[in-house]
């Protein structure tokens, strides 16, 4: 939402941004009695605190494309085929990195300052593609070869202020106004991302007032998510709502509402759909309800986002088109601590998806950084392939039913974790030549061939190794079981699958 931002400050130097930082922190200037230009100013030390997570992790997949089956020249829009890499290699490996640096400010009793530098898209980058240029470009004319040694990274500079914004305490409420993040229940929709490795983050442009009344939580808030050519109202999209929420630390129960709307005027050209139609005029709703229980050793938590309204032009380039949008999602978490050492639960889920047959778009998309496997929904294997337009972490759980069983054991600073999924396509593609759709391209097609629905089973294991308070190592593993669905090519030809795995080797460093 924020792209254009960040490309505009994409030609500042680091040092200017960091000399504006550190000169909000550490200095107020405030004048002196006399009037004198040039008279003495007093300055003032203002309490700063630094935060922020370094992580750097490494990930092997095999077999990214789940089949051997040869590369069409010209797939259908409906196949479930991924194109080949160079020299027709099946696996990918790749190395990637989270940098967060957070500075606070205390200004007053009644005013405090809340930063977060990034380094781009997904928090982060990929090593050997980050801030630094290499000295010989590529071409006949170049050093590459000469210099070969003294060539440092590929890539363009890139830093992001993902959140800056002030809060101000009152009686009544504090209020945050500027960048901010924002984040609801468990977080499928309206998501933070304060885990150690969340890439992403919603992040709105705005005013959020938070009130509090004994266990009651009134959280209005009003947000500007796009401004990128006129500033009249004609191209804009605004987001509003507020959220309700009882929250009792006595009863270890928290229940509540939220009421959301999003839209876009007729000229605004940021969104568009998978055909490259501008969205247009669209008006969409969002009704988001939670629940969360503690008894004892167990507990349970539930979100229900409901979504509705005008999506705008989706699926045809003829004027005043529409369609109207109607999805939602139940997710549900379920745990039970035997004792200090072992832990098991549940998640459970039922995600809209497209038919493609209308007269409602009805694909619900939850947070890229709600996960509930290692492998499946995880990554966006279409990225492997060097697709410059799209992200290997732009995955989202989306057209599915879902089941996993899990555990874990914490033995001091050691942690081992299991689990096991299961998940089958709500939404496929029929015989008989009507439309469908194909939620990994985002396309809809002419379909000819029945699709089966399942996604197929995986095994996950998982070791989180805690060195100290501020770093911690993780490893784990997901093996995909990979179902029919991914057979699918919408002729005669069906793939022929084959089962795929991951592997992930992390360390984090907090502060």
């Known amino acids: ?91 990918a490996s790749f190395q990637s990195y989270i940098l967060r640096l957070a500075p606070s400010i205390v200004i007053n009793d009644s005013a405090s300052f809340f930063g977060e530098i990034t380094t781009g898209y997904n928090r982060g980058g990929f090593f050997g593609d980050g801030s630094a240029y290499k000295k010989g470009a590529a071409g006949s004319n170049s050093f590459g070869d000469a210099l070969y040694l003294q060539n440092t990274y590929s890539g363009n500079s890139n830093v992001a202020l993902s959140q800056f914004n002030v809060k101000l305490y009152t009686d009544s409420a504090t209020y945050i106004i500027g960048r901010q993040s924002f984040h609801w229940g468990l977080g499928a929709i309206m998501n933070s991302g304060e885990k150690t490795w969340d890439r992403y983050a919603t992040i709105q442009d705005g005013v959020t007032a938070k009130l509090k009344v004994g266990n009651f939580n009134f959280i209005p808030y009003y947000a500007k998510i796009n401004s990128i050519r006129e500033l009249t109202k004609i191209d804009d999209t605004k987001s509003y709502g507020i959220g309700l929420l009882y929250d009792s630390v006595e009863r270890d129960m928290a229940f509540g509402i939220l009421y959301g709307k999003r839209s876009s005027r007729d000229f605004n050209t940021f969104f568009q759909s998978s055909e490259g139609y501008n969205l247009g005029n669209a008006f969409i709703s969002i009704v988001d309800l939670h629940f969360k229980k503690t008894l004892n050793k167990f507990s349970f938590a539930v979100e229900a986002p409901i979504i509705s309204g005008d999506l705008g032009n989706v699926y045809s380039i003829e004027p005043n088109s529409s369609t109207s949008y109607k999805a939602y999602a139940v997710v549900a978490e379920s745990s039970y601590k035997f004792n200090e050492s072992w832990s098991m639960g549940a998640m459970a889920g039922y995600v809209t998806g497209e038919d493609g047959e209308g007269p409602y778009y009805a694909a619900m998309y939850l947070n890229p950084n709600y996960k509930i496997a290692n492998l499946l929904f995880n990554y966006n294997l279409q990225a492997v392939t060097g697709d410059t337009n799209q992200s290997i972490y732009d995955s989202y759980v989306v057209n599915t039913r879902y089941l996993k069983l899990h555990g874990a054991y914490t033995n001091g600073t050691w942690t081992y974790s299991a689990g096991l999924i299961n998940a089958r396509a709500n939404e496929v593609a029929k015989s008989g030549g ?78």
Not at 36 to 64: C, E, H, K
Not at 457 to 463: A, K, R, S, T
Not at 494 to 500: I, M
């Open 1 to 91: 939402m924020c792209k254009n931002f960040f490309n505009a400050i994409t030609g500042l130097s680091l040092t200017f941004i960091f000399t504006l930082f550190f000169t909000l922190a550490f200095t107020i200037i405030t004048p002196s009695s006399s009037i004198n230009f040039f008279a003495v100013r007093s300055a003032y030390a203002l309490p700063m605190d630094w935060q922020g997570i370094l992580a750097a992790d490494t990930t092997s997949i095999g077999n990214f494309r789940r089949t051997n089956t040869p590369y069409q020249i010209n797939p259908d829009r409906g196949s479930q085929q991924i194109p080949v890499a160079n020299g027709d290699s099946t696996d």
């Open 434 to 511: 009507g439309f469908a759709f194909n939620h990994t391209t985002n396309k809809r097609f002419n379909s000819n061939y029945s699709q089966e629905k399942n996604l197929g089973n995986e095994i996950d294991l998982g070791v989180n190794y805690q060195w100290n308070s501020n770093v911690s190592l993780r490893a784990n593993l997901g093996y995909l079981f990979v179902g029919d669905y991914y057979k699918y090519t919408n002729t005669e030809a069906a793939l022929e699958t084959k089962n795929c795995y991951s592997f992930v080797f992390g360390i984090a460093t907090s502060f």
